[in-house]
């Protein structure tokens, strides 16, 4: 198993939620050996083995480092820039896994210019 399919469908799940202009901007991309959710291209989440990995916007990385569930994103054996993993615990609830999804968006939209 390359990545959590459950993790995988519940972000769907959240996705679905979102209003009609915003969901179909989404698409899923396989990368870093997992699944990624790309917003108009950007990549604003992904599920690699049973992490949910996340895009950080620079200012919020200092804070978000700071969460228990959370840790950089080591993929190449150096923490990437704007990227954290966050373990089972951090996105146990919907409510949680929501958060991730749209610090995630925030991120994508920063990169477009879009806030």
Do not use: C
């Not at 373990?87 to 806030?115: I, P, R, V």
């Amino acid at each position: 198993m390359a990545y959590s399919e459950d993790l995988a469908l519940r972000i769907r799940g959240i996705i679905s939620m979102f209003p009609k202009t915003i969901r179909s901007e989404f698409n899923e991309k396989k990368m870093f050996g997992g699944l990624a959710f790309l917003f108009k291209g950007k990549m604003t989440v992904g599920v690699i083995k049973s992490d949910l990995m996340v895009r950080v916007v620079a200012e919020k990385m200092p804070g978000i480092l700071k969460e228990n569930s959370v840790r950089p994103m080591d993929f190449t054996k150096r923490p990437m820039k704007e990227f954290i993993y966050v373990d089972s615990s951090g996105y146990a609830t919907e409510q949680q896994l929501q958060g991730w999804l749209e610090l995630g968006l925030e991120h994508a939209k920063t990169k477009l210019k879009l806030n």
